[in-house]
């Protein structure tokens, strides 16, 4: 194993690869595969990630912000790259770097219409969503004919997708509701191109809709969390492996008493069962949140599980490790892909895999292995 000297997040791309193949698998031939790098590759390294799925010839990547996709150009991605989140104020952005505006809702199409014939574009890649229950992003059913009226009345514009977002395609017991939105985005795409006269790409699924829904997966699939190892159920998350672990080490060792206390606010006491605790350089500045401390995170230490006692600092936690044989320098785990996984931390304080894996800040060095 790997020893660590300071706070690591090593990045696997052979796991990678094979989370890749494995959702690919699920998929028909001549489905397309779009990458989901959005949040620095869900905190990875976009740039190591991307560069990685472009030269296992990815179809596509999504990014949320326009500043996302800047980044990735000047990284060497030449493969489209849509923007989940367009806002009017990122539009010079989005054309110098060749990005697909997502069009959501009115004021963004008439704003980017008259923007893209400003700029004397023809036939400019964007992609239209729908709203199919999510209600977050996305035209209803009832703006079809007044999009469509836009859309024929300039050939700056040219529509390369259309799309949706499921609200729970992970969540079996809403089965119903995701029917009904595949249902519902069949309709309004059917409608849709029927006016428009072509037939642009369709997609609805993210990695759970790919698991679970594989009816609904048209002409391209967005895929994310699955790509960095996890399925969102025991199951599918075992057919996955985490690309990522994080390690760090130990930089201190104190012996305590009972009655004595450790951290900020002195939330955590010694009854006397605590004899021993490690102190690590990494807190919730690196993305280990409030949330983890007084023994609801654990990190993993000679295989011997050691609960976060006290409160986080910004750049530190204490865990328990009265019962474990280490000393200073010993290499410690806080999640990876064989000992703890970053679903199993993050549920440990009632938080998803998402929220942890992106949350790991800028300030811990990415360690790629090829
Ligand atoms: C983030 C996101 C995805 C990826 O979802 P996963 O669950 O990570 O696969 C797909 N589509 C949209 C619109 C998203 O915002």
Do not use: W
């Not at 990735?72 to 060749?98: E, K, M, S, W």
């Not at 985005?185 to 698991?211: A, C, D, Q, W």
């Not at 609960?307 to 000393?327: A, E, F, L, S």
Request: charged residues 20%; hydrophobic residues 40%.
């Amino acid at each position: 194993m790997f020893k660590a000297q300071e706070t690591l997040l090593e990045i696997d791309l052979k796991a990678l690869k094979h989370n890749f193949e494995h959702l690919k698998s699920k998929l028909k031939d001549n489905t397309q595969f779009l990458a989901v790098v959005k949040a620095f590759g869900y905190g990875n390294d976009a740039n190591e990630i991307a560069n990685y799925l472009q030269d296992l010839n990815v179809d596509y990547f999504a990014v949320a912000y326009a500043s996302e996709g800047v980044a990735l150009r000047q990284a060497g991605i030449t493969t489209p790259i849509l923007v989940l989140h367009t806002l009017a104020v990122n539009f010079d952005v989005i054309l110098d770097n060749c990005l697909e505006p997502n069009l959501y809702n009115t004021k963004i199409l008439n704003e980017f219409i008259a923007f893209a014939e400003a700029k004397n574009q023809t036939k400019y890649p964007v992609h239209i969503k729908f709203n199919t229950g999510l209600n977050r992003l996305g035209f209803l059913e009832s703006d079809i004919e007044d999009v469509i009226y836009k859309l024929l009345n300039t050939n700056s514009l040219k529509v390369k997708s259309l799309f949706s977002h499921l609200a729970a395609s992970e969540d079996l017991s809403e089965q119903n509701f995701t029917l009904n939105q595949i249902e519902n985005f069949k309709n309004i795409t059917e409608r849709f191109s029927k006016k428009i006269g072509y037939t642009p790409m369709l997609h609805i699924s993210n990695t759970s809709g790919v698991l679970n829904y594989p009816e609904a997966n048209f002409d391209m699939v967005r895929c994310g969390i699955g790509m960095y190892g996890f399925g969102n159920s025991k199951k599918e998350s075992t057919y996955l492996k985490p690309i990522a672990s994080l390690k760090t080490v130990i930089s201190q060792i104190h012996h305590i008493k009972k009655g004595d206390s450790v951290g900020y606010n002195r939330a955590f006491k010694s009854e006397g069962t605590v004899t021993k605790t490690a102190t690590l350089p990494l807190g919730h500045a690196d993305g280990i949140g409030r949330i983890y401390g007084n023994a609801k995170g654990f990190v993993t230490i000679h295989r011997k599980k050691a609960p976060i006692i006290g409160n986080v600092c910004m750049d530190m936690i204490m865990v328990d490790i009265t019962n474990i044989d280490c000393k200073e320098g010993d290499t410690v785990i806080v999640f990876d892909g064989n000992t703890t996984s970053a679903e199993t931390l993050a549920e440990s304080a009632g938080t998803i895999s998402y929220e942890l894996i992106t949350g790991i800040s800028q300030r811990v060095k990415r360690v790629i292995i090829k």
